[in-house]
């Protein structure tokens, strides 16, 4: 799920030399699913100036979901340059939600990645490049996850515990391999499928999210598709009005043992 890229014209070295002109690249994730993209290029682009500085790390509160009517929003493939928009929808309604972030965007995008983790957001792994992991050698695997695991910890300062495998491509042998490194496998209990064609506009991602919504479910959503993200505001006031609360994955889970499913299959 995405696309890249840029060039420098030779003309610019004069006007650089002479210090007057600046020039930057942006970056930019479409649609899924795609496999096998690589980092994107040279330098990071740029993160949207409307976008806070971190600030200190924002705690989690207790919740129990035992007797709360909670629900995991997730979202996949970010960070984009759209995950700030995302990030301040949740914010502003004290809710929060998981990100399954790719390595190599997290690489794009840093600051964007610590801003979600300094306002109490779960930062999480889809691996490093988006690939289906179940047709991968182990070595291939253990690099997908190793790496990624790598990338998160040096912008978080904390290792991940959760993976989302991309396509939900697992086997028993792609979940023992997550074991090794630390992490749980977390897949999904429903989705307003929101790469699907038609699905395209916040008002139907709205509709289709609440309903499939239900009790203690993980939600799948991308936070690379501005319907998506355009519909977290409504979507969000509206679960809250159900007497919702959202949660983290980890809160909703509770402790997770690392190679193990959840939800349990």
């Known amino acids: 799920m995405k696309n890249p890229r840029w060039h420098l014209p ?23 699913p795609v496999t096998g993209a690589g980092p994107a290029a040279s330098s990071t682009p740029p993160v949207p100036s409307s976008m806070p500085r971190p600030a200190a790390d924002a705690p989690r509160p207790e919740v129990d979901c035992a ?22 929808a949740f914010t502003d309604r004290k809710a929060t939600a998981t990100l399954f972030m790719l390595g190599n965007a997290a690489e794009t995008y840093p600051q964007i990645v610590k801003q979600a983790q300094t306002q109490g957001f779960e ?22 996850l190793s790496r990624t695991n790598a990338v998160l910890q040096k912008l978080t300062g904390s290792k ?39 699905h395209d506009t916040a008002a139907i991602i709205t509709k289709l999210t609440l309903q499939r919504a239900s009790r203690n479910s993980i939600l799948l959503m991308h936070d690379i598709h501005p319907w998506t993200v355009d519909a977290a505001a409504p979507t969000i006031d509206a679960l809250q009005k159900q ?13 997770t043992k690392a190679g193990t499913l959840y939800p349990a299959a």
């Open 123 to 144: 930062i999480a792994s889809h691996t490093y490049d988006h690939k289906a992991i179940s047709d991968l050698p182990d070595a291939k695997v253990a690099w997908e």
């Open 67 to 88: 007797k709360e009517k909670c629900i995991a929003l997730t979202y996949d493939d970010g960070p984009s340059p759209l995950t700030p928009k995302l990030l301040k």
């Open 160 to 198: 991940p515990t959760l993976v989302r495998p991309p396509y939900a491509a697992r086997t028993s042998r792609t979940d023992q391999i997550a074991g090794a490194h630390g992490l749980a496998v977390v897949v999904w209990n429903n989705s307003p499928e929101d790469w699907v064609a038609g």
């Open 10 to 32: 030779v003309p610019l070295v004069l006007l650089l030399a002479l210090g007057s002109v600046g020039c930057a690249a942006e970056g930019h994730h479409s649609a899924p």
């Open 243 to 255: 007497g919702y609360t959202l949660v983290t994955v980890t809160q909703l889970l509770g402790a």
